[in-house]
């Protein structure tokens, strides 16, 4: 079947360090990848996507490749901002499960001044 | 520039109480959903709708109906509210059938049944 596997949370870093939130997924078919983040008491917001392999999705800083030999798509950014603080879902969609959305269980990120 | 609006944005019930979540896009969008979004367990998808006129189960569907009344307009039921249903409930819409096209979500309704 599809699934969605990324890191537990919460993922705690100071003020311009170096992210990484790990998201490795299973799925039959081709999928597309995404990174949605949710900011304290909002909805969710595509951060980024890809939807082919070796495709890089990149947006406010935020990278991620998607990865078919490894089934990655890993988010990276290089200096993280207090306000990057939120939580973070990796997600995939495929043909056969009629494109919706199949979803990691969310990494929250905290970062410290 | 709305996007999906849903209301209620904050609720609380009595166990037993019924109510109603109003969701609706204004992005021509054919597919809606509503998920479910509790701690350490992400989103769960309760029903989705791919069209106009069709409906379907998503997988945590107990306890809950829904009605696609028109093509921008998805609306969720509680018949009989349960405090296992207190959570966060997200609407969201999205175009054609395509794996890459992106999800819109609403704000968030935050349901709390006591």
């Known amino acids: 079947g599809n699934s969605v596997t990324q890191m537990e949370g919460p993922v705690t870093l100071s003020e311009e360090a170096f992210l990484t939130i790990n998201c490795t997924y299973t799925?039959?078919?081709?999928?597309?990848l995404f990174w949605y983040v949710q900011y304290p008491g909002e909805g969710l917001q595509l951060l980024l996507k890809?939807?082919?392999a070796d495709d890089k999705g990149s947006n406010k800083g935020f990278e991620a490749t998607y990865r078919k030999e490894t089934t990655s798509f890993h988010l990276e950014k290089g200096s993280v901002q207090v306000s990057d603080s939120a939580v973070y879902f990796c997600a995939l969609s495929v043909m056969d499960s009629n494109y919706q959305l199949i979803w990691g269980a969310g990494t929250k990120l905290i970062i410290k001044p | 520039n709305a996007g999906v609006t849903q209301t209620p944005k904050f609720q609380v019930l009595k166990t037993g109480q019924s109510m109603t979540l109003q969701c609706a896009q204004d992005?021509?969008?054919?597919?809606m959903y509503w998920y479910r979004q509790d701690p350490g367990m992400g989103l769960r998808l309760i029903y989705y709708?791919?069209?106009?006129?069709?409906?379907d189960k998503g997988e945590v569907p107990n306890g809950y109906n829904v009605s696609r009344l028109n093509k921008r307009e998805f609306s969720l039921r509680l018949e009989s509210a349960a405090p296992s249903q207190t959570s966060v409930y997200f609407c969201?819409?999205?175009?054609?059938?395509?794996?890459?096209?992106?999800?819109?979500f609403g704000e968030g309704s935050w349901l709390t049944v006591v």
């Open positions: 799925a039959t078919g081709y999928p597309s």
């Open positions: 709708s791919a069209s106009e006129g069709t409906t």
């Open positions: 992005m021509n969008h054919n597919s």
């Open positions: 969201a819409s999205k175009s054609l059938k395509v794996s890459g096209n992106t999800i819109y």
């Open positions: 890809a939807t082919k």
